[in-house]
């Protein structure tokens, strides 16, 4: 997975003050401009550059986003792109693709391996030249008004308020993946039709539908690409802006969790080994059954959901792998652990109320 390094540049406070004021300028573009200008290292074909750059003038963000899935899609049918693009451009999808066709071409490009700099993969390439044209920030801007004229804005904002509890500190990471029943999980507990969430976020390219295959692995995902990353995160840190109110003090969220006796007992229980695998696993069915038995039908279920809805928990799951080599093969896998969020308010302080 291609990644950006960061740096932090110490300046005077005036400066700082200064450069606050224009807000209309991407200061992290013309740091990182002038740091490659510089340097003097010209990385990638100028053919490409001028390409990009010519996209970046007219605006053209449709083929320019398809490019960024192009570099970071490596399913070698290409079968997960042409998904993508029809998802999210509709009927504009062939145009897209047959300007991108046009682009490689050019390029003298046939495949996403082609060495076609300096013994480096095209898509890697690609990638680094998005990134140094300031094309991702682009994206970001683009992305972050397309959710603001979404209609089912108070829906979509509560989806990425959940998905922001995964990015942790993985914002330098090209994008983030999620094993697609994953988020379908997830969203189960939080929406009554999980799958139109999933279809519309892809839609708008806040995420993307992505396959991976191995002689291990064969399972599909939705990414995050980091060009949302910002939009996620100004939902978190403003969700009553969007509409959250229920969000707006987690502090507070997590006290009326906790004033249910149900909930700290299913808290203690998970906390005894958060490794417990929800599938066919004997230990889960057994609490589930003294559960519902102690506090009424489906309360098991109902807990679990309210949990995952509050986001005071979050799952991960793990596909079935296959017998490679030395490696065993391992069935379905799939946990609850607690949030980031969760962790920092029941924790912090070692003071555990469950």
Not at 55 to 75: G, H, S, T
Not at 142 to 162: G, M, R, T, V, Y
Not at 163 to 170: G, P, R, T
Not at 256 to 274: A, H, Q, V
Request: include cysteine; glycine fraction near 2%; aromatic fraction near 14%.
């Amino acid at each position: 997975m291609n990644e950006m390094k960061r740096i932090t540049i110490r300046v005077p406070s005036w400066v700082k003050d200064e450069l606050d004021k224009k807000k209309d300028i991407n200061w992290s573009q013309k740091v990182r401009d002038e740091l490659i200008k510089y340097l003097k290292k010209e990385e990638v074909p100028i053919e490409l550059r001028e390409i990009i750059c010519n996209y970046k003038n007219n605006k053209n963000w449709d083929i320019l986003r398809a490019l960024f899935l192009y570099a970071v899609i490596y399913e070698k049918t290409g079968q997960p792109l042409k998904t993508n693009l029809s998802i999210m451009f509709g009927n504009k999808s062939k145009e897209i693709e047959e300007e991108m066709i046009k682009v490689f071409e050019k390029l003298g490009m046939k495949d996403r391996y082609d060495k076609v700099f300096q013994d480096r993969n095209f898509c890697d390439v690609l990638l680094d030249t998005l990134f140094e044209e300031g094309i991702i920030d682009c994206l970001e801007d683009e992305i972050i008004q397309s959710f603001e004229d979404a209609k089912n804005k108070d829906k979509l904002a509560k989806a990425l308020w959940h998905l922001n509890l995964y990015l942790k500190d993985e914002t330098d990471k090209t994008y983030l993946q999620f094993e697609s029943r994953e988020m379908e999980f997830l969203f189960q507990y939080i929406f009554e039709k999980p799958e139109e969430i999933i279809r519309e976020l892809n839609e708008m390219g806040i995420i993307y539908y992505n396959y991976y295959d191995s002689i291990a692995y064969s399972h599909k995902s939705y990414d995050i690409p980091i060009y949302s990353y910002k939009l996620i995160r100004n939902v978190n840190e403003d969700p009553y802006k969007y509409s959250l109110y229920d969000y707006n003090n987690f502090k507070e969220r997590i006290k009326n969790i906790l004033s249910e006796k149900r909930n700290r007992d299913f808290l203690k229980w998970l906390k005894e080994d958060y490794d417990k695998n929800f599938y066919d696993d004997t230990t889960v069915q057994t609490f589930k059954k003294q559960f519902d038995s102690k506090y009424g039908e489906n309360a098991f279920d109902n807990t679990l959901r309210e949990l995952l809805g509050k986001g005071l928990l979050i799952c991960y799951y793990w596909p079935h792998r296959r017998r490679a080599g030395r490696r065993s093969s391992m069935p379905t896998h799939l946990f609850y652990n607690l949030s980031p969020l969760g962790k920092k308010y029941l924790y912090e302080d070692r003071k555990s109320v469950v």
